[in-house]
Every structure is written in C-alpha cells, then in structure tokens.
DNA sequence: GCATATATGTCGGGTTTCTAGGCATTATCA
DNA sequence: TGATAATGCCTAGAAACCCGACATATATGC
C-alpha cells in the first residue's frame, strides 16, 4: 500500500558503486555514504544490497579488495577499480545514457494521429 | 564474455507500457511494437515479459482490457488506462526524473580532492 | 498444404533487491 | 561504569521481475 519507500532500480546498483570507487578506493560502509551524499539523499543503499553487490562486482573482477585501516583507525575492506572493471564501467555509463536517451523517447512521444 | 544482449531495466517495463497505452488503447502484440519502434529499437519486449507485464498491470487496476477486433480482422484484448493507471503513470514519470538527475549526480561527480 | 505474421499465454530459471537479522569494535555521553 | 550510537562486516529468506522456451490459434500469401 503505503510504497512511500524510493526502491532503487535493479541493475543501476553495480554502475553507482563502480562510479564511486573510481572517485577514490574505498570500503563498503564509506562507498554508501558517499552515494547518498553525491546523490543528495537520493540513493539509500541498505547493507543487504550492499555486501552482495561488492562480492558480485569482486567475483566478476570489476573491483579487487584489500584490507586495511580506515579513517576512524579500524581494519576495512578498500576496494578499487581493476582494469576490466573501468572498462565495463565506462561501457555501462554508454548504456546508461542510451537507456535513458530510449526512455526519453517513449516518454517524450506525441500522441498518435487518429 | 559475449553478453551482448541489451536487457531491460527492471522496473523500467511498467512505465514504458503505462505510456504507449496512454497514447492510445492498444493490444499486447501493438504495445510491443511501438515501443520498439518509439524507441528506435532500442526496446525489444519479449512475449515473457510483455503478457505477465500486463496482467500485473491490470491487477494493479491501471490497466483495464476488453476484447476487441483488431486491425487485422482478429480478436484482441485491448487495454487502455484508468484513472488510477494515469495517476500512477505520472507520478512515476516524475520519480524517473529525479532517478536519472541523480544517476546523473554519480556519473558527473568530480574526483575527490586528497 | 505450408510458412509467416499476428496474437495470447504459461513455465522455469536466474538475477537483484529488500527486510531482518547477527557479530564485533570504537566513540560518546549520562 | 554502563548504555547507546556509530562504524564496519556479513548472511539468509523472500519477493519481484525479466528472459528464453514453449504452446496454441487464426489469417494471409505462396
């Protein structure tokens, strides 16, 4: 009923997080916070999305991880971008602005002659 | 390696639907080729997505149906939208918006200072 | 008679997300 | 000191949605 709640489209996740490590290595708990800041609250990202999409971009070596010390001087998981995963970034942000040049169409289209 | 093939955004079919409805009442097999062709080919609905998409809709009560003859001679079911499907159709018009201006925030987001 | 286009539908599988937890450490504040 | 919040990682289960494959039927043209 209520559904006030901002679902994040499915697939928009992966490109969002690898857009935010090549700003910068960076761990999970840092790499959410900052999308919601660069999105200005927008995005929301919930722990359990979170954690499996960083395994999933990991298993597919799009990021590679490694531990280390935080900002706050505790052990964390910094990832980074590999070569593969700027590559599939870069095409994926193509994608993303045909995807929504395609959307814009339908969206934008005239209603039809009788 | 190939994965060539262009999936469709979840969440995104609804919207699209939703539109090329408001257009003008059209039948499933109609719906899927305008979209094609709004989109320039850039949406292929397949029949697995497009039926189950429409009866979801028609659930939902922002899709009404009612067979009719088609251009071609055939019976069809032709859907055209409630009030309630318009409602819903603008409002996630909007949220598209606010979704691609955020994306957009990602995507354009300068590299951090150190 | 047969292929193709039109037209609707189902089923199973795969992917992604959410909710809802669990666990551990450090910082803050009463 | 003790409680609570913030930081940081993780998983399991369920729901939603899309795709590929399949099934069915009629109309048209060769």
Redesign the interface.
Known sequence: MSEARI?L????LD??IL??VA??PSHGYAIAQR?QQ???D??QVHQGSLYPALHRLEDRDWLQAEWKESETGREAKFYSLTKKGRRHMEAE?VN?G??????G???R?P??ES
């Open positions: 679902e489209l499915r697939g928009t490109l969002l857009k935010v700003l910068g999308l660069i999105s200005k927008f995005f942000v993303w045909r995807l929504v040049d395609a959307v169409l339908v969206l289209a209603a039809k």
